[in-house]
């Protein structure tokens, strides 16, 4: 098993560019997430997943989408970025959304907005 | 709001010393608290959870406890060694907190010498 794979690896975009971040589990999980992790501010979630269909705000949604492509997919997309999206994202899953639930990390996406 | 500290922000020690990593939390209000270690410039693996209703976990070296009612988690690891140089984070999953799923601590970052 995989675990939770993320593309790119790396990325390096200009001011006002858009793309979009891939992530895949091969877990059967339920529940996905999107966290931006900043240096001196720990992991703050974006968005996230409860179950295929569904889709949340977390605690810094502003500047992203989210889509949950199926049960095993769920994609972050920067419509326009900025300077301040230059990040460290990760993305994570758990069994169930619910609340006794271990989350399982992705190797990360570094980006860079110029 | 929930919100998690965690103390020493950074840690030198021989090798071979034993040694702990403090995590506290505001709101005892907790589903599960997760300890992850981060390697420079990797993703997070998980090491522990401890559920509300249990007070320590244990895997090899590592021992984390949980005392929810004074908000404080501290993880222990025995006889240090150099690979064990990382971040480590800890997690908390709150009972209650709209738009939000785990809320994650600053890290400790810990340098174990040779």
């Known amino acids: 098993n995989a675990g939770v794979t993320q593309t790119p690896k790396f990325q390096v975009l200009k001011t006002g560019q858009s793309m979009t971040l891939q992530c895949a589990q091969d877990m059967n999980h339920n529940s996905m997430y999107w966290y931006r992790q900043d240096p001196g501010m720990g992991l703050r979630l974006i968005y996230y997943s409860a179950s295929e269909g569904t889709t949340d705000k977390g605690e810094v949604p502003n500047g992203y989408n989210v889509s949950r492509l199926n049960k095993r997919e769920f994609s972050l997309r920067l419509e326009s970025a900025a300077p301040s999206q230059t990040s460290v994202y990760f993305c994570?899953?758990?069994?169930?959304?619910?609340?006794?639930?271990?989350?399982?990390f992705g190797p990360g996406t570094r980006l860079t907005v110029l | 709001k929930q919100e998690v500290t965690q103390i020493p922000a950074a840690l030198s020690v021989p090798e071979g010393e034993n040694l702990v990593l403090n995590c506290s939390f505001t709101?005892?209000?907790?589903?599960?608290l997760q300890w992850f270690r981060q390697d420079p410039g990797k993703g997070l693996t998980s090491l522990l959870l401890i559920q509300s209703s249990q007070r320590e976990q244990t895997s090899g070296r590592l021992n984390a406890s949980l005392d929810k009612s004074s908000g404080r988690s501290t993880l222990y690891i025995a006889a240090s060694q150099p690979g064990d140089s990382a971040t480590y984070l800890c997690a908390v999953r709150p009972v209650i907190e709209f738009g939000q799923n785990f809320v994650f601590g600053p890290g400790t970052r810990l340098s174990v010498l040779p």
């Open positions: 994570a899953s758990s069994p169930t959304s619910g609340g006794g639930n271990e989350q399982f």
């Open positions: 709101d005892s209000a907790i589903y599960n």
